[in-house]
């Protein structure tokens, strides 16, 4: 089994609507992280969690909101959902420095 | 303002062609500097670490190495299976994020 897992993988959804994405991991590690990567801008942070009690924004917030439920799960959610939010979501844990990324949810805001 | 360049955006090479790819950054005070692969519609795998100016780190076919400046992923004899994006990180020490380059998509043809 997988160590980091995404639900969904791949979504379609229509502006406007509020949309969950779901992370969770089997690694024990206390650091998680949401990223999006889009085509000729790499991976951009948009929140990271070093324990449950613990959430930081990162370099592009706006628009998106987590939940960090247990030492396992991370949720990034999207209150109301616009197009420019199609993108490639990863979730990613660390234990020391270097992160472990899931497989991706593909999201498209139509 | 930590930043991370790399070039060439794509490379394409022969099997058995050796070649090496570039990582540019500049970071006030570097913890760390990350290689990834990534294979399409999957996410980033992770690589190698360098910490310091002068260390290098091998894993089959693929060296890298860093300087103050620059990194490099050293691809010797590449083969097919070895085509993927390659992305570069860099971790400061003021901060807990990484920051990614925009990637080398590197194909290799038999």
């Known amino acids: 089994d997988a160590d980091v897992t995404q639900t969904p993988r791949n979504r379609i959804t229509k502006t406007g609507k509020r949309i969950m994405l779901e992370c969770s991991q089997t690694?024990?590690?206390?650091?998680m992280y949401w990223y999006r990567q889009d085509p000729g801008l790499g991976l951009r942070l948009i929140y990271y969690?070093?324990?449950?009690?613990?959430?930081n924004k990162g370099e592009i917030s706006d628009g998106y909101s987590v939940s960090r439920q247990a030492q396992a799960k991370f949720s990034l959610s999207l209150e109301s959902a616009i197009p420019n939010q199609t993108a490639l979501y990863f979730c990613?844990?660390?234990?020391?420095?270097?992160?472990?990324f899931g497989p991706g949810t593909r999201l498209t805001v139509t | 303002e930590d930043q991370v360049t790399q070039s060439p955006e794509a490379l394409r090479l022969q099997e058995g062609e050796s070649s090496s790819l570039n990582c540019s950054y500049t970071?006030?005070?570097?913890?760390?500097l990350f290689w990834y692969r990534q294979d399409p519609g999957k996410g980033p795998e992770f690589l190698f670490t360098?910490?310091?100016a002068g260390e290098e780190k091998e894993k089959e076919r693929l060296k890298a190495t860093l300087t103050k400046k620059e990194s490099f992923l050293h691809i010797t004899a590449p083969k097919p299976e070895d085509s993927a994006t390659y992305l570069c990180?860099?971790?400061?020490?003021?901060?807990?994020?990484?920051?990614f380059g925009t990637g080398t998509r590197l194909q290799v043809f038999p």
């Open positions: 990613a844990t660390s234990e020391g420095f270097e992160q472990y």
């Open positions: 690694k024990g590690h206390d650091r």
């Open positions: 969690s070093f324990d449950v009690k613990d959430i």
């Open positions: 970071v006030s005070g570097l913890r760390g």
């Open positions: 360098l910490y310091s």
């Open positions: 990180a860099v971790q400061g020490y003021n901060t807990d994020k990484l920051i």
